[in-house]
Structures are given as structure tokens and as C-alpha cells.
């Protein structure tokens, strides 16, 4: 009898550790979710600005229609992209673009004096600083579920329910070494 009470008592912990660790890990799921979607968010906003500014431009740089071209195209990819790797590889094309239309600023001193573009301009640089941190906030949230499904006794609760290690958000291998300055 007494030992049938302790076997139930053991059996309950056990029960209670499982249904803890699970709880534990949709939570990290959740924050990983989570945080996925703000990227979204603030991508979204990113893609927004974008025809703004390439209306603004084609006022002044009517002739750059392959750079102003190249930065649609590169917009629509990363509208259209799925999942962590093929959205990194999609945005840094686009910041790519973006770069080629902030260089023509540089040839055409009305464009850069203009208010609304200066104004696009900003915004765009405040969508990228908070683009950078939701990477970041992502990729935190990415390591603590990671971690938490690969760890004793968790990794025998995420086999037997199916949870599944999720993808970083990374930059491509290209824009991974050092930076080369050339004057």
C-alpha cells in the first residue's frame, strides 16, 4: 500500500515536470513567434517607405531608371519572402539597392537639399536601426528555445511533441568578412 502511494506520488512529479517543461517550451515558441513578427512589422514598414522614396527621386533622376528599377525589383522580392533565410537574403539585396539610389543623392545636390527626400531618408535609417534590433531580439529568442529543446530533461519532452529547432536570421556568407574601405 505504501508502496503504491509512492509510486503514484513519483508518477505525479513526473507528470507535473512534463506538463512544466512543456508549458515551458510553448512559451519560447510563443517568443520566438513573437518575435519573428515584429521583424515583419518593421520590414513592412521598411517596404512602405520604399515607393515613397522612389517617387521622390524620379523627379530629380528621371534618367536613373535602371537603379530606381533595380530597388523596385528588389522591394517586391522581399515582400514576397518566406521564412528566415530567403527574407535575409531578399532584405540585404535590397539594402543593396537602397545604397545605389543613396549614392545618386550624391550627384544631384537639388535631390539631396529636398525636404521630403531628407525626410524619407531619415525614416528609412530609423526603420533599419529598429529593423537591426528586432534581428537581434529575434535571434535571442531564437538561441533560448534552441537551447531550451536540446537540454535534459526538455530535449525528451520536445522529441516526444514534436517541437523542431528553428532557423537564425543571418546575414549572407558574402557579407560575413571584414569590410574592404578603398579611397
Do not use: C
Not at 528566415?84 to 532584405?91: C, F, L, Y
Not at 535590397?94 to 543613396?102: P, V
Not at 531619415?122 to 534552441?146: G, P
Not at 532557423?167 to 568578412?177: C, K, L, S, T, V
Request: glycine share 6%; no cysteine; hydrophobic share 45%.
Amino acid at each position: 500500500m505504501i508502496a503504491l502511494a509512492v509510486v503514484g506520488v513519483l508518477a505525479l512529479l513526473l507528470l507535473f515536470l512534463v506538463v512544466m517543461t512543456y508549458n515551458g517550451l510553448v512559451r519560447k515558441r510563443g517568443a520566438v513567434d513573437n518575435a519573428w513578427a515584429q521583424i515583419e512589422v518593421q520590414l513592412k514598414r521598411r517596404h512602405d517607405l520604399i515607393p515613397n522614396l522612389v517617387e521622390t527621386v524620379k523627379g530629380y533622376a528621371a534618367h536613373e531608371r535602371g537603379t530606381l528599377e533595380a530597388v523596385i525589383a528588389a522591394r517586391r522580392q522581399a515582400v514576397s519572402a518566406q521564412g528566415p533565410h530567403d527574407q535575409a537574403s531578399a532584405e540585404n539585396l535590397l539594402s543593396g539597392a537602397l545604397k545605389n539610389l543613396f549614392a545618386l543623392s550624391e550627384a544631384y545636390p537639388d535631390l539631396k537639399a529636398n525636404q521630403n527626400f531628407a525626410a524619407l531618408q531619415d525614416e528609412l535609417a530609423t526603420s533599419e536601426n529598429r529593423i537591426a534590433y528586432s534581428r537581434q531580439y529575434y535571434n535571442d529568442a531564437v538561441l533560448t528555445y534552441n537551447n531550451g529543446i536540446q537540454t535534459v530533461p526538455a530535449n525528451i519532452v520536445a522529441g516526444m511533441t514534436g517541437f523542431q529547432a528553428r532557423e537564425y536570421f543571418q546575414a549572407p556568407e558574402e557579407e560575413r568578412g571584414p569590410v574592404q574601405v578603398r579611397f
